[in-house]
């Protein structure tokens, strides 16, 4: 059974940082890629960053470039998402993903989610 699971979020001032952590298991890696998503309210979920090519490559959504850092830890089975100079723009649940083979394919396997709320 795959499984992928947050944590790392919580309440942060404008400004401040954060890192979110997503561990996974029962996944073959040589398959999957991981991406980072959020969904504030009534918003359509977006994709934030992803990492791909045996954790080389790193993608990123032009709102978060420059102030968010994906990274990896294949030991642990775990990525992180470093969140610096946050905004209240950024308040979101931010969920990890598996995603087939590369970032442009859609997710297939999800983790519960974790609320990442900054204040002015």
């Known amino acids: 059974e795959v499984q992928l699971v947050e944590s790392g979020g919580g309440f942060v001032q404008a400004g401040g940082s954060l890192r979110l952590s997503c561990t996974a298991s029962?996944?073959?890696?040589?398959?999957?890629?991981i991406g980072w998503f959020r969904q504030a309210p009534g918003k359509e979920r977006e994709g934030v960053s992803c990492?791909?090519?045996?954790?080389?490559?790193?993608y990123y959504a032009d709102s978060v470039k420059g102030r968010f850092t994906m990274s990896a830890d294949i030991a642990k089975n775990t990525v992180y998402l470093e969140m610096n100079n946050v905004n209240p723009g950024d308040t979101a649940v931010y969920s990890c993903?598996?995603?087939?083979?590369?970032?442009?394919?859609?997710?297939?396997?999800w983790g519960q989610g974790t609320q990442v709320t900054v204040s002015s």
């Open positions: 993903a598996a995603l087939y083979i590369d970032c442009g394919f859609e997710a297939e396997y």
């Open positions: 990492i791909a090519d045996n954790n080389v490559t790193t």
């Open positions: 029962g996944l073959n890696f040589d398959d999957y890629v």
